[in-house]
């Protein structure tokens, strides 16, 4: 898998014009992903690597899905200890050129929305919203959002599955751990090895094999702080047009989504 949505960075700015990406730090900060890339470690074993290609192969093959997931996130403070950060994740999809997403932490809140032509972020709390246009797929929308603005979105490899930046190659190890019951559902786990991460999934049996949970932990800090996802699936939603259009409620302002590179240049606390 290649490198996103494991470092949110948060950003600010200097004026109102500039607290765009400070604003929409969203998905940053919330969420990790395994698309990091760890230490050598043992071998790879064949079975887990077909299972995963299978779980992204039929990931693929869905034209619309509902994906919800409760989240954890380890925060480290400045002495060290660590606390959890508990969220929630709403993606609806319909593919290739719609998608629409709520992210909630106890720190943050923030929509985004994709229309086929034009990215939103919004946040809801701050009263602030930023449009840019985007390109004609899901996926280039996510690479551009991660490479023009810094944002990252969460669990973002569900998008990378299935395609030839699954990431496979990057592998040191994967291995199968065994059978457990997640969500009332029967799934095999499995964990794999990066540079900078170990991530384990849990794959739910039978026809529909779905990932329906995630541990990600950072392996190259000190602290290896961990970002989990549990999640439920609807492969049948109402996707309508104007489920992925966005107006602007009342008392909310538009701001300019300021480039990655200019959000860096400035970082102020959040």
């Known amino acids: 898998m290649d490198a996103v949505s494991r470092n949110y960075a948060t950003s600010g700015y200097a004026s109102q014009a500039a607290m765009l990406a400070a604003c929409l730090t969203l998905i940053a900060g919330h969420g990790a992903s395994a698309q990091a890339t760890t230490k050598t470690?043992?071998?790879?074993?064949?079975?887990?690597?077909?299972?995963?290609?299978?779980?992204?192969?039929?990931?693929?093959?869905l034209q619309r899905f509902s994906v919800t997931g409760n989240t954890e996130r380890e925060e480290v403070l400045r002495d060290g200890e660590k606390v959890d950060l508990g969220g929630t994740l709403k993606y609806l999809v319909r593919t290739p050129d719609?998608?629409?997403?709520?992210?909630?932490?106890?720190?943050?809140?923030?929509?985004?929305?994709?229309?086929?032509?034009?990215?939103?972020?919004?946040?809801?709390?701050?009263?602030?919203?930023?449009?840019?246009?985007?390109?004609?797929?899901?996926?280039?929308?996510?690479?551009?959002?991660?490479?023009?603005?810094?944002?990252?979105?969460?669990?973002?490899?569900?998008?990378?599955?299935?395609?030839?930046r699954d990431g496979v190659k990057d592998l040191k190890s994967a291995q199968y751990i065994g059978s457990a019951r997640v969500n009332n559902a029967d799934t095999e786990q499995y964990a794999f090895r990066q540079e900078g991460v170990d991530w384990q999934l849990w794959i739910a049996r039978g026809a529909t094999p779905l990932p329906v949970k995630m541990v990600i932990t950072t392996t190259n800090e000190t602290s290896h702080p961990r970002y989990s996802a549990t999640l439920s699936w609807d492969l049948a939603p109402v996707v309508s047009d104007a489920v992925f259009a966005f107006t602007p409620p009342a008392n909310t302002s538009r701001i300019t989504l300021a480039s990655y590179g200019m959000a860096r240049a400035t970082p102020v606390s959040k």
């Open 98 to 164: 719609r998608f629409r997403g709520e992210i909630n932490t106890d720190r943050k809140q923030r929509q985004i929305i994709y229309d086929g032509k034009t990215l939103t972020v919004y946040a809801p709390r701050m009263h602030y919203y930023a449009s840019v246009a985007a390109p004609s797929t899901i996926g280039a929308t996510i690479d551009t959002a991660r490479a023009r603005y810094g944002i990252e979105f969460p669990i973002a490899d569900l998008f990378l599955w299935g395609t030839p």
């Open 41 to 61: 470690s043992p071998a790879i074993e064949p079975g887990a690597i077909d299972a995963l290609r299978k779980m992204g192969a039929y990931l693929r093959s």
